[in-house]
């Protein structure tokens, strides 16, 4: 056995000694209307508050084997809110990236922004767009954030490039594969989540990562995101790690068990 401890091939053999790989993480950040309303305070700065927790999940993330973090900052479905919480809602990534964007591209954070540009004003296109070119060269952590998106309308949108691609002959429709379509996804440069998770309560995607969450593990957690922190991705993650991710397949055990 110690023998076997020293061979070069131990650390292959030897699971628990290998690093677990790093996490995909992602966030629907859920909340701030009722964390403002508990303290009488209005919408609005529910929403600043959650930029706030935003900074203290994103500054958390690394140091819990996180590389890659994505957020959902603004869905599909939220324009048909009033126009001034939409007003609101709009400014956030101003605020966030004025604030931390300078850290961000210091920390080797490469940040992205998925979802439609349609609707979205000229000065935040400018905004988004300065923001991932400033951080385009950074590799050590990812972090997305999800705005102006929804699930259905990226699989819609990913399902048009491909038939642009069919219609100029570009490619055949008998080579499409789930992987070929997920690489027109917007989400086509991370790897699939490994767990998405929902504060605040409720337990819903509400049109997060509809593809991308085929087999991703779902955590729901009891806090308003307003007041989220390490402490609660922590935790989520201790969860998280009690599951038992088949991916359809059955374990060795249990096919000798049923034999
Ligand atoms: C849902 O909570 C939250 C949003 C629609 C906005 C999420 C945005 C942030 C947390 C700020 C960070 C964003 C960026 C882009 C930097 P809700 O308002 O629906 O809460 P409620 O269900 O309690 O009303």
Known sequence: MAAEENSPSAGAQGRSAEAPPPLHVAVVMDGNGRWAKRRGLPRSLGHRAGVEALKRTVSAAPDLNIRWLTVFGFSTENWSRPAAEVAELMALPKRYFESDIARLEREGVRVRVIGRREGLSPELVKLVEDAQARTAHNDRFFLNIAFNYGGQADIADAARRFAEDVAAGRARPEELTEQLFASHLATADSPAPDVIIRPSGEQRLSNFLLWEAAYAELVFQDVL???????????????FAGRDRRYGAVVADDVLAAG
Do not use: C, F, I, S
């Open 225 to 239: 995101w307003p007041d989220y922190g390490a402490e609660h991705l922590k935790a989520a993650l201790q969860v």
